[in-house]
């Protein structure tokens, strides 16, 4: 850890970040449009590099609404074949940068019947069915605590907050339980029947590992996902990534609008 932060410290010029965000599948415009310098991930000590289409992989500094930010471009999957510690290694370091608030974002399908593509989505809770905990190993107490209480894991004053800025800028959200699965394959129609009855609104292949060792180490966390595909229990319809890319691409600028209205509220 004291490798990878004094590396970026000296790439950054000592820049202390406040806020981070992960972008998910789709999502990364707003790194590029606000982009101060950038490192890309396989440039620094112990991070892995992205390898999913429409992931740039890349750690993004700026300064947002006079706040310092961070950004991940990207983000490592556990269906990779990445470790949960790996893939979360970055929450860790943003939190030794500085980093007190958490942005989550991604790209998920719906399971909620009355979603529909390119609706935004306010994580409530989740239901980690990923078959892992990246807390296992190990306990770091300067990190968090051995057994870290997960009652409310998205801060619901940071929900708040969003739903009152989407109402200024007069965007609907929904709001949810995001359901993980470690992917890569997409859900079967049972799987979808079984996630509906088990109290999933949208499901997905991240997040929960990255707002688990957030919420463990201390920080705020709020989840946003992009549905990128109706609710289906039948097999009328395929998926694929491609359509993914397609409705977050559709959804990217009411969603730049509202992280950025976001950042003015918090």
Same mark, same amino acid.
Not at 42 to 49: T, V
């Given at each position: 850890?004291?490798?990878?932060?004094?590396?970026?410290?000296?790439?950054?010029?000592?820049?202390?970040?406040?806020?981070?965000?992960?972008?998910? /599948?789709?999502?990364?415009?707003?790194?590029?449009?606000?982009?101060?310098?950038?490192?890309?991930?396989?440039?620094?000590?112990?991070?892995?590099?992205?390898?999913?289409?429409?992931?740039?992989? @890349?750690?993004?500094?700026?300064?947002?609404?006079?706040?310092?930010?961070?950004?991940?471009?990207? @983000?490592?999957?556990?269906?990779?074949?990445?470790?949960?510690?790996?893939?979360?290694?970055?929450?860790?370091?943003?939190?030794?940068?500085?980093?007190?608030?958490?942005?989550?974002?991604?790209?998920?399908?719906?399971?909620?019947?009355?979603?529909?593509?390119?609706?935004?989505?306010?994580?409530?809770?989740?239901?980690?069915?990923?078959?892992?905990?990246?807390?296992?190993?190990?306990?770091?107490?300067?990190?968090?605590? @051995?057994?870290?209480?997960?009652?409310?894991?998205?801060?619901?004053?940071?929900?708040?907050?969003?739903?009152?800025?989407?109402?200024?800028?007069?965007?609907?959200?929904?709001?949810?339980?995001?359901?993980?699965?470690?992917?890569?394959?997409?859900?079967?129609?049972?799987?979808?029947?079984?996630? @509906?009855?088990?109290?999933?609104?949208?499901?997905?292949? /991240?997040?929960?590992?990255?707002?688990?060792?957030?919420?463990?180490?201390?920080?705020?966390?709020?989840?946003?996902?992009?549905?990128?595909?109706?609710?289906?229990?039948?097999?009328?319809?395929?998926?694929?990534?491609?359509?993914?890319?397609?409705?977050?691409?559709?959804?990217?600028?009411?969603?730049?609008?509202?992280?950025?209205?976001?950042?003015?509220?918090?």
């Amino acid at each position: 850890m004291q490798k990878t932060i004094e590396f970026i410290n000296e790439k950054t010029n000592n820049f202390k970040p406040e806020t981070g965000i992960i972008l998910g /599948s789709g999502l990364g415009e707003l790194a590029d449009e606000y982009c101060d310098f950038a490192i890309p991930y396989n440039d620094i000590p112990d991070f892995i590099k992205s390898t999913v289409h429409g992931h740039k992989g @890349r750690l993004v500094f700026s300064e947002i609404q006079d706040k310092k930010i961070v950004m991940m471009q990207g @983000r490592n999957h556990f269906y990779e074949g990445h470790s949960m510690r790996e893939i979360t290694y970055p929450v860790k370091v943003m939190k030794a940068l500085g980093v007190k608030t958490l942005i989550l974002t991604n790209a998920a399908g719906a399971v909620n019947e009355s979603f529909k593509p390119a609706d935004l989505m306010l994580i409530t809770d989740h239901i980690n069915n990923m078959g892992s905990n990246p807390l296992i190993g190990p306990n770091d107490d300067a990190l968090g605590e @051995r057994f870290p209480d997960m009652t409310e894991v998205y801060k619901k004053t940071l929900i708040t907050t969003a739903e009152k800025c989407a109402n200024k800028l007069g965007i609907e959200v929904k709001k949810g339980v995001y359901w993980a699965n470690s992917g890569p394959s997409y859900e079967t129609p049972a799987e979808i029947k079984m996630i @509906r009855k088990l109290g999933g609104d949208a499901v997905g292949m /991240s997040t929960v590992p990255e707002a688990t060792v957030a919420n463990y180490c201390g920080m705020n966390v709020l989840g946003i996902s992009c549905i990128t595909n109706a609710a289906s229990s039948d097999t009328s319809g395929k998926l694929s990534h491609e359509e993914v890319i397609e409705a977050a691409d559709s959804a990217k600028a009411k969603f730049k609008s509202l992280i950025l209205e976001i950042l003015k509220n918090i």
